[in-house]
């Protein structure tokens, strides 16, 4: 890929996977602060794709008998829009990647799927993107449901990795490529060295430990969305108990679910951090790094839960810090996959069963 529009597509997907993370945070504000409904219509909004000012829609802002402040209008008119800027980065990354295959193709008469890595995360993200477009419509058709909510949030999270991974690719091109500029101008021929070995136990388990957070992240979006919040205090129980049946109250059984995988996801991480420590040294900062960050989620955590009884003025952007950093745990459990993959500062991995 030549270099210079190599560096204009990894500024567009760095750019794409920034807003996706806005739009993420924008997301969880429009659904704590129940601003999901405050557009009634979609792709319109009260019938415009600007619904700005109130004075110019007929009624206000009224969606069955209720009545939305201008700010939550603007949160999910907001989101939308991030939405819309996040599909033409993404129209624009297609543009830019295909006119890089056609320069390669132009030298070398090559497959440019073949030739151009970049095509695949580039792919997955338009389907999970186009996949998203449809299921936030669903969200609007279901009012805002909790089921809705949770597979809207899930597949956002699919597509912020998407675009970790395009990322991830394009920086090891271009490391590839400075490799390739530095040996013909010095004239030396690639270093011989053998690639660095990941076992197959740890490979499973960063697996397991990134699906375990987004799981977690999909429990504590239908959490939140159904009201399920604050719903059982105390920071072991709910309430005294240590598990509550559905059949008793299914509020507190969907709380107490969240825990339990918050509870899996940090016994994964510390298995993580000794196997990476014995078996994988060249994982092992990245590995700690994640789970550093996992204890960062579990204050945020435990500060919403409390907040929410007795500091409930800070209970709702406590609630969307929460959802923030745990995307940044779950981007941080990506890149060590990542690292398995495509190796610690560009130097290739095998895997070894």
Not at 29 to 41: E, F, I, K
Not at 54 to 60: D, L, N, Q, V
Request: proline share 5%; charged share 10%; glycine share 8%.
């Amino acid at each position: 890929m030549p270099t210079a529009l190599h560096k204009h597509i990894l500024t567009l997907a760095t750019a794409t996977m920034l807003l996706t993370f806005l739009l993420i945070v924008v997301g969880a504000a429009t659904r704590v602060y129940d601003a999901g409904m405050a557009c009634p219509d979609w792709p319109h909004c009260y019938g415009y794709y600007i619904p700005f000012p109130e004075s110019k829609i007929p009624g206000g802002y009224i969606v069955q008998g209720q009545h939305y402040t201008w700010w939550q209008v603007l949160l999910e008119w907001g989101h939308r829009t991030l939405a819309a800027l996040v599909g033409v980065g993404l129209l624009a990354l297609w543009g830019t990647t295909a006119l890089a295959a056609t320069k390669i193709t132009n030298r070398a008469s090559v497959n440019p799927f073949i030739r151009v890595p970049a095509f695949l995360p580039l792919l997955t993200a338009t389907l999970l993107l186009a996949l998203q477009i449809k299921l936030g419509a669903i969200t609007v058709w279901w009012s805002n449901a909790p089921w809705t909510v949770m597979v809207h949030l899930g597949n956002a999270m699919l597509f912020f990795a998407a675009l970790v991974w395009l990322r991830r690719v394009l920086l090891s091109e271009r490391s590839e490529l400075s490799k390739s500029a530095t040996r013909r101008s010095s004239k030396q021929s690639e270093s011989v060295g053998g690639p660095v070995t990941t076992p197959l136990p740890i490979h499973l388990l960063a697996i397991t430990f990134a699906l375990s957070i987004w799981l977690t992240m999909l429990i504590g979006g239908y959490t939140s969305s159904s009201g399920s919040g604050g719903v059982c205090g105390g920071l072991f129980t709910c309430l005294g108990q240590w598990w509550v049946s559905p059949k008793v109250d299914l509020q507190q059984h969907i709380h107490m679910q969240h825990r339990l995988w918050a509870l899996i996801t940090t016994a994964l991480s510390i298995a993580l951090v000794i196997l990476a420590k014995r078996t994988a040294p060249h994982l092992r900062k990245a590995a700690l790094h994640a789970h550093i960050m996992l204890w960062g989620q579990i204050t945020l955590g435990i500060a919403t839960l409390y907040s929410f009884e007795y500091y409930p003025s800070l209970y709702y952007p406590l609630s969307i810090a929460h959802l923030a950093w745990g995307t940044l745990l779950f981007t941080a459990a990506i890149g060590l996959l990542l690292n398995i993959y495509y190796g610690v500062q560009s130097r290739p991995h095998t895997n070894k069963s």
